[in-house]
């Protein structure tokens, strides 16, 4: 059980487009869902918060009109990064949380690697 | 404010060696949980064990043991007899919420190699 993925796992893009990455909770209802960015050896740094059905809350120097979040159902969370530049490039991971029990804890998905040419 | 911190960056070890991973955090919740996960190459995160801040039992799974001391505000994993696959970064967290999902804060992870 707690199964998150993410799609696409690789994507290679130029620079200007906009890529969207998404991210599912299999098995269970995830109420709320987190999006990482990890750079090479690095910690994970939290982007935002997604709620389903409400706007995304967003840490501090992370811009929200550059990383687009929907967060539409129960089992989708997407991530749109708009414009894209070679600065993006970086392993994006989401994870989700559902309520109580066992699924109160963030469950990760497998990662998307952004690369922008 | 929470801070969680892992003072070993690498860590190399030969097969069938014990290792113990550190981890201490800061926080002023009296209620709070903390996490360890393993990022293997692949990079997926996977979820190893969380523990609630009222539960200071220390718990083992397998190769697997964890040292929870809200004394020293310290929760240590230990692998024994270690093996190439446990090859991998591994990342404490802390979670200040009374929610345990909600707001990670990752320490800066440990890499640990296993060598055959």
């Known amino acids: 059980g707690a199964v998150v993925s993410q799609h696409p796992s690789r994507v290679i893009c130029k620079s200007g487009t906009s890529v969207k990455i998404e991210c599912r909770s299999l098995d269970f209802q995830a109420t709320t869902m987190f999006w990482y960015r990890q750079f090479p050896k690095k910690s994970l740094m939290l982007m935002a918060t997604?709620?389903?059905?409400?706007?995304?809350?967003?840490e501090q120097g992370v811009e929200k009109d550059k990383f687009l979040i929907n967060h539409a159902s129960l089992t989708l969370s997407t991530l749109t990064v708009t414009s894209a530049h070679p600065e993006d490039s970086s392993f994006y991971i989401c994870?989700?949380?559902?309520?109580?029990?066992?699924?109160?804890?963030?469950?990760f998905g497998p990662g998307t690697r952004l690369t922008v040419l | 404010a929470q801070k969680v911190t892992q003072a070993q960056t690498e860590i190399s070890v030969v097969e069938k060696e014990d290792v113990t991973l550190d981890c201490v955090y800061e926080t002023r919740d009296t209620t709070y949980y903390l996490f360890w996960y393993k990022q293997p190459p692949s990079g997926e995160l996977v979820f190893l064990i969380r523990?609630?801040?009222?539960?200071?039992q220390n718990e083992i799974s397998g190769r697997y043991s964890w040292n929870f001391q809200k004394s020293t505000s310290s929760f240590n994993f230990t692998i024994t007899a270690s093996q190439v696959v446990d090859s991998a970064v591994y990342f404490c967290a802390l979670s200040e919420t009374p929610n345990a999902g909600n707001m990670l804060t990752f320490g800066g992870g440990t890499r640990l190699m296993v060598k055959p």
């Open positions: 523990r609630n801040s009222f539960d200071e």
């Open positions: 994870s989700a949380r559902g309520d109580g029990g066992v699924t109160d804890t963030q469950y």
């Open positions: 997604s709620n389903e059905g409400s706007k995304a809350t967003y």
